[in-house]
């Protein structure tokens, strides 16, 4: 099993629905992060958790909302999708913020 | 403010010869670690090397090394004896303050 664990691997979506993708992890790490990819512009960063009770804002939060349910479980939502916010996301881990970040599988979101 | 920038959006190498990737940086933390990332076509991110700032000694990993100049800001890797399987996307990536910051990748294509 991944040691970093998202759902759903892929999703197509309607403009306007209310979707959430989940990220579970088995390391045991205390950060855990939320990033988009889109070519050319490389991983940005979305929300991002130090714990369970500290939870950041990324550089491009706007329409995002996250909740922390456990330390092992990170969730992303988007309250209303956007055509906009069709791209590759991805979950990471890190443990005390100074050790390389561990990567889900992403998922593949298009909004229609 | 805390950048990654990743000059060579696409680069090309016969198998066998060797490449580098350049990456600059710009970060006012004086503790922080340096990585790269490779994301092949599966998109998993997978990670390559990875250098502690506080060290001058440049990272090795088999046929994967880096150039770290830490007052340049700079950080770059060299591929020797390129293989077909070293097609991928390839990010430079550091973490300070908890935080993790990409460039916008690299595409490297290897060819017979």
């Known amino acids: 099993d991944a040691d970093v664990t998202q759902t759903p691997r892929n999703r197509i979506t309607k403009t306007g629905k209310r979707i959430m993708l989940e990220c579970s992890q088995t390391?045991?790490?205390?950060?855990m992060y939320w990033y988009r990819q889109d070519p050319g512009l490389g991983l940005r960063l979305i929300y991002y958790?130090?714990?369970?009770?500290?939870?950041n804002k990324g550089e491009i939060s706007d329409g995002y909302s996250v909740s922390r349910q456990a330390q092992a479980k990170f969730s992303l939502s988007l309250e209303s999708a956007i055509p906009n916010q069709t791209a590759l996301y991805f979950c990471?881990?890190?443990?005390?913020?100074?050790?390389?970040?561990?990567f889900g599988q992403g998922t593949r979101l298009t909004v229609v | 403010a805390q950048t990654v920038t990743q000059s060579q959006p696409e680069m090309s190498v016969q198998e066998a010869e060797t490449v580098t990737l350049s990456c600059t940086y710009d970060t006012s933390e004086s503790n922080y670690y340096l990585f790269w990332y490779k994301q092949p076509p599966s998109r998993q991110m997978i990670l390559v090397i990875r250098?502690?700032?506080?060290?001058?000694q440049n990272a090795t990993e088999n046929r994967f090394s880096v150039n770290f100049q830490k007052a340049a800001k700079s950080f770059s890797l060299k591929i020797s004896d390129s293989q077909l399987g070293d097609t991928a996307m390839y990010f430079c990536?550091?973490?300070?303050?908890?935080?993790?910051?990409f460039g916008r990748g690299t595409q490297l294509t290897v060819w017979p």
């Open positions: 958790s130090f714990d369970v009770k500290d939870i």
């Open positions: 990536a550091f973490i300070a303050l908890g935080r993790l910051y």
């Open positions: 390391k045991g790490h205390d950060r």
């Open positions: 990471a881990t890190s443990s005390g913020g100074r050790t390389e970040a561990f």
């Open positions: 250098q502690e700032a506080y060290k001058q």
